[in-house]
Structure formats: C-alpha cells, structure tokens
C-alpha cells in the first residue's frame, strides 16, 4: 500500500510553455500533498505543501504564479510550470500524506524531470 | 527553523565493509526522522523511519539508524556493503505531529561509492 505515482516521468518541452505534473496516491486519500523540487546533485527542497480543497502554502521564494498548485481531490494534486525557462528544468519530485495518520509520515512518488529547451 | 546537516558529501566503502553515515538535525521540538536512499534518476525510497519508541531502528536491506537525542544524531549504518548500495542517501527531519502538515526537511546528501 502507499503507492504514489506521477506522470509523466519525464517532459521536455520549449521555453515560454506551460508544463502540468500530476501527482496521485493511488490506495489512499491524502489531505495534504507536497512538492519538492530537486536540481543535479543537490537535495530536495520543498517548494510548497497543497491542501485539499484550499489554497496551497509556498515556501519562501517559491513563485507562485510561476508553479500553480491544484489539490481539487484527496487523491490528486497538480503542479504546473508556466511560461517554463531553462532555469526550471528540475526534477520534481511529489509526496502524499494519508489522511488518517495522526503523525507526519509522507510517501513519494518517483518524480517528474522537467528539461525546457 | 529546523535543519539537517549530513556532514560527508562522499564516501567510499569497500564492499564487505561496515558504513556508517552521519547525520545531525537541528528541531525545537519532537523530531520524526528519516533515511531514505535514491538510485541515479530514481525517486525516494524509504530505508527507515524513526517517530517514537527503541532509539535503534532496524530498516530495509539490512540497515539500522541509532536516535542519539543527546547528540541530535541519527545516523545510518549496515554492517556489510553491498555494490547495489551505491547511491545517494538522504537523512530528513520533519515534525511528529501532521497537524500542521509541514514538510520535511532534507540533508544534502551523502554520495556512497563502492569499491570491489
């Protein structure tokens, strides 16, 4: 149990686009979901914590009209990239927190590697 | 603010060979710890996780993690390596409760190398 998957695993796509990553819990609901950005060689830094049914909470110096947040389900969260640059290009990587845990364990998915040409 | 710092950013282990890798956190309050390990182009997976309870937590693939709350460490260790060990391995610190549904914090990662 606790799968999360991801799609698509990998996008490429060119500057100025807009690129939507969607993040499931497949066997569980999840209330809160997250988002983590990961650059080469580097560790994950969480960008912003998505709600369901509100409004998601960004991180400090995290865009949030670059990279729009939707949790409109307990099972589905969205992130999309707009007017993508090469300086987004990343790997993305998403977590689901079930919402019947009492303690804050989160289950990731596999992540998302966005390259913007 | 909380924070983890894993102070080796490589190390190098001949196979066979015990590991041990370090891990310190820094949280005002009860943490909830992680290792978690990622393959090259690969997601997280989950090693161990420790919240409550015995300070020495048993994983998968044969690791265990000591919580030294005197030391604020949690470190990683398996006493034989295998080459499918190598990776890059994650600690990460987030708080107990979910209430407030913060995220987890992540160390920058320790990159195991194994030599034959």
């Known amino acids: 149990g606790a799968v999360v998957s991801q799609h698509p695993s990998w996008v490429i796509c060119k500057s100025g686009t807009s690129v939507k990553i969607e993040c499931r819990s497949l066997d569980f609901q999840a209330t809160t979901m997250f988002w983590y950005r990961q650059f080469p060689k580097q560790s994950l830094m969480l960008m912003a914590t998505?709600?369901?049914?509100?409004?998601?909470?960004?991180e400090q110096g995290v865009e949030k009209d670059k990279f729009l947040i939707n949790h409109a389900s307990l099972t589905l969260s969205t992130l999309t990239v707009t007017s993508a640059h090469p300086e987004d290009s990343s790997f993305y990587i998403c977590s689901a927190r079930p919402w019947r845990e009492s303690y804050n364990e989160q289950f990731f998915g596999p992540g998302t590697r966005l390259t913007v040409l | 603010a909380q924070s983890v710092t894993q102070p080796d950013i490589h190390i190098t282990v001949s196979e066979g060979a015990s590991l041990e890798l370090r891990c310190n956190y820094s949280?005002?309050?009860?943490?909830?710890l992680f290792w978690y390990v990622q393959s090259p182009g690969q997601g997280l997976q989950l090693l161990l996780k420790y919240f409550s309870g015995d300070t020495l937590v048993q994983g998968i693939k044969g690791f265990e993690a000591e919580f030294k709350r005197s030391q604020s460490s949690f470190n990683l260790r398996k006493p034989s390596v295998h080459w499918s060990d190598a990776a890059e391995y994650f600690c990460a610190v987030g708080p107990y409760s979910g209430g407030g549904a913060d995220g987890l914090t992540f160390g920058k990662g320790t990159h195991l190398i194994i030599q034959p």
């Open positions: 998505s709600n369901e049914g509100s409004k998601a909470t960004y």
């Open positions: 949280y005002g309050a009860t943490p909830y």
